[in-house]
């Protein structure tokens, strides 16, 4: 997991494990955060690939909706996926 702050927000990478994975996360510190973007790369075949005829078999897409209630967001990560999540200042 890597997790760069910044003032007006910041962005977290995770790769998920095996299994579907809920992330906690405390963002009371960070001080009215909101969730800004979710973006997903994740395939149901872990052997898909891109290829010349299907370039697009595997891409970045927006990923499931997740909830920040009094400071702590709960975001649902697909198994065997790469996550980029990043708040702003609500």
Known sequence: MCISPRRSGGALVKQADREDFTLDLD?????????????????????????EENPGNVA???????????????????????????FEKA
């Open 60 to 86: 970045p897409a927006a990923g499931p909706s997740g909830s920040i209630d009094g400071g702590r967001a709960e975001i649902r990560l697909p198994a065997l996926s790469w996550n980029v999540i990043r």
């Open 27 to 51: 963002l009371r510190s960070f001080g009215g955060m909101k969730l800004a973007e979710h973006i997903l790369l994740h395939h149901d075949d872990v052997k898909a690939v891109n290829t």
